[in-house]
C-alpha cells in the first residue's frame, strides 16, 4: 500500500513539483493550499508524513505543526518544513514546535525523496 504524504504550500507551482516528485516514486498525495486546509486535510485523510511550507496565508507552517501536534493522531507523524526560511532562529522555532526536519526552497527533487525515504521509507 502506498504511503500518503499531505502537502500543505500556497504555491500551486511548488505543490505541482512536489506532487510530480513523490507521485513518480510511488507515494501519493494529498494537496493543500494553506495551513487550514493541511488541517482539514490532514483530519479528513490518514497521512504518514506532512510537508509543508511557512509562510501562508490564513495559517502558517508553524502554527498548522503546533495545532496537529496537539492531536494524538498527529502525536508522532513525521513533518517536515519546506521553505525559504532558513534562519537558525526560524529552525529552532519548527523545533519547538515539533517539525521533525527542514528543507530549504527551491528544492532538489532528489533530495527531498531521499529525506523521504529516510523518514517514512
Known amino acids: 500500500m502506498a504511503k500518503t504524504i499531505l502537502a500543505v504550500d500556497d ?4 505543490r505541482q513539483m512536489i506532487v510530480f516528485t513523490l507521485k513518480g516514486a510511488g507515494y501519493q498525495v494529498v494537496e493543500a493550499v494553506d495551513g ?6 490532514a483530519k479528513s485523510n490518514t497521512v504518514h508524513l506532512i510537508l509543508t511550507d511557512q509562510n501562508m496565508p490564513g495559517m502558517d507552517g508553524l502554527t498548522m505543526i503546533k495545532t496537529l501536534r496537539a492531536t494524538p493522531q498527529y502525536r508522532a507523524t513525521p513533518i517536515l518544513m519546506l521553505t525559504t526560511e ?3 532562529a526560524m529552525k529552532s522555532k519548527g523545533r519547538a514546535v515539533g517539525a521533525t526536519g527542514w528543507l530549504v526552497k527551491p528544492f532538489d527533487p532528489q533530495k ?3 529525506v523521504v525515504k529516510k523518514v517514512i521509507g
Open 11 to 14: 504555491s500551486s507551482s511548488i
Open 36 to 41: 487550514n486546509d493541511g488541517l482539514l486535510k
Open 86 to 88: 532558513s534562519s537558525d
Open 112 to 114: 527531498l525523496l531521499e
